[in-house]
C-alpha cells in the first residue's frame, strides 16, 4: 500500500484553460476528500465521497470545479475556465470509514496548480 | 461556522526547550487532529483527539483536548531541530452530515541549534 497518490504533482496552465487531477485513494478505503491549500495557510475541504456518491460540497466549490468518482475509487477533480486565483495546491485525502469514528484521515502530496 | 484558531503562528525557539501550541474553535466537536507539514509536502497524521480530557503522546511530542473549553494543545519537549515544520490542528465538523475537517492556518515552527 503505498498511500494516497495524486497526479500530476505540478501543473502550470494558462487562464481560462481547464485543468484536471487524479486521485487514488488507499485501497479500500471508501471515503475520498478534496481540500485546497494556498500559501501560508491551512487546507480549505472542497468536497467528500462516500464511495461513488458526492456527499458534501463547500461554498469554494464554484460552478467551474466538478469533482467525480465514478466507480469508487479513483477521483477527479476538473476546473473549467481557470482563473489566477485558482493556484494553489489541491490535496485529496481518503480514510477507510468516516473520521467520526476517530480514523485517520491520510493526506496525498497533493498536486500544484500554477495559473499565469 | 466552524472557526479553528491557532497561536501563535510563527515560533522560532532553541534546540532544548519546551513550548505549546494552542488550538481554540468555536464551534462543539469531539474530533480534532493533529497534522506536520514540512515545506512543499504533504500533511503528516500526528495525533487524533476523540474525547474531553484525551491526551495522547509521541516522542517529545504531547497533545491534549479539553472539550468544554473548545481548546487543544501541543506541547514540544526538549525541542530537537527535526521538529521544524507548521503543524496544524483541523477540527471535525460535526451535525447536518457534514464530514469535513476545519483547519487552523498553522503554526510556523522553527527550532534553531
Known amino acids: 500500500d503505498t498511500g494516497v497518490s495524486q497526479n500530476p504533482r505540478h501543473k502550470i496552465t494558462k487562464r481560462g484553460q481547464n485543468v484536471t487531477f487524479r486521485c487514488d485513494p488507499i485501497?479500500?478505503?471508501?471515503?475520498l476528500y478534496w481540500y485546497r491549500q494556498t500559501l501560508g495557510q491551512g487546507p480549505e475541504f472542497l468536497t467528500y465521497?462516500?464511495?461513488?456518491?458526492?456527499?458534501?460540497k463547500s461554498r469554494l466549490l464554484s460552478d467551474r470545479f466538478s469533482a467525480e468518482r465514478p466507480k469508487g475509487s479513483f477521483s477527479t477533480l476538473e476546473i473549467q475556465r481557470t482563473e489566477q486565483g485558482d493556484s494553489a495546491m489541491y490535496l485529496c485525502?481518503?480514510?477507510?470509514?468516516?473520521?467520526?469514528?476517530?480514523?485517520?484521515?491520510?493526506f496525498g502530496e497533493g498536486s500544484w496548480l500554477t495559473v499565469v | 461556522e466552524l472557526k479553528v484558531e491557532q497561536n501563535p503562528l510563527f515560533l522560532s525557539m532553541q534546540e532544548g526547550k519546551n513550548y505549546t501550541i494552542y488550538c481554540n474553535y468555536s464551534?462543539?466537536?469531539?474530533?480534532l487532529y493533529w497534522y506536520r507539514q514540512d515545506p512543499g509536502k504533504s500533511l503528516e497524521s500526528l495525533f487524533v483527539?476523540?474525547?474531553?480530557?484525551a491526551v495522547k503522546q509521541e516522542g517529545r511530542l504531547m497533545a491534549s483536548l479539553d472539550t468544554k473549553a473548545r481548546l487543544s494543545t501541543l506541547h514540544i519537549t526538549a525541542a530537537v531541530h527535526d521538529l521544524s515544520a507548521t503543524y496544524f490542528c483541523?477540527?471535525?465538523?460535526?451535525?447536518?452530515?457534514?464530514?469535513?475537517?476545519?483547519f487552523g492556518k498553522g503554526t510556523h515552527l522553527i527550532i534553531q541549534p
Open positions: 483527539l476523540l474525547s474531553n480530557g
Open positions: 465521497f462516500q464511495n461513488e456518491a458526492q456527499l458534501e
Open positions: 464551534t462543539t466537536s469531539d474530533r
Open positions: 485525502a481518503s480514510s477507510p470509514r468516516g473520521f467520526r469514528s476517530g480514523n485517520t484521515i491520510y
Open positions: 485501497s479500500e478505503h471508501n471515503r
Open positions: 483541523a477540527v471535525a465538523n460535526s451535525g447536518g452530515g457534514a464530514d469535513g475537517l476545519t
